[in-house]
Nanobody, 124 residues
Framework: QVQLEESGGGVVQAGGSLRLSCAASPRTSSGIAMGWFRQAPGKERTFVASISFLYDTTSYADSVKGRFTISKDNAKRTVYLQMNTLKPEDAAVYFC?????????????????WGQGTQVTVSS
């Protein structure tokens, strides 16, 4: 059973930055992808970004392209989400997810493990 531990959420003013982290344990094989999804109150969970640990390929939702960057530390099996130029509409609970498979995915049901979520609040 893989456990995902997220950190880095908080409160930030619009235009500010936050960095989320998610560490997977125990250490898995490199044939995985990890991603971030978010869910605002009363809304569905939506894809934000994903990255392959084997091929370094990434995917982003259109709404975050150019503002968010997903990266990883292979040795630590940790994924990061650098969020810049945050907007009030970015406020949500952000969930880390892990997929057994080398290609990143944009659909939640393609992921096998989920973190508990971390709150991101953006004040205007």
């Amino acid at each position: 059973q893989v456990q995902l531990e997220e950190s880095g959420g908080g409160v930030v003013q619009a235009g500010g930055s936050l960095r989320l982290s998610c560490a997977a344990s125990p250490r898995t094989s490199s044939g995985i992808a990890m991603g971030w999804f978010r869910q605002a109150p009363g809304k569905e969970r939506t894809f934000v970004a994903s990255i392959s640990f084997l091929y370094d390929t990434t995917s982003y939702a259109d709404s975050v392209k150019g503002r968010f960057t997903i990266s990883k530390d292979n040795a630590k099996r940790t994924v990061y989400l650098q969020m810049n130029t945050l907007k009030p509409e970015d406020a949500a609970v952000y969930f880390c997810a892990l997929r057994i498979g080398s290609q990143p995915a944009m659909v939640s049901h393609d992921y096998h493990y989920w973190g508990q979520g971390t709150q991101v609040t953006v004040s205007s």
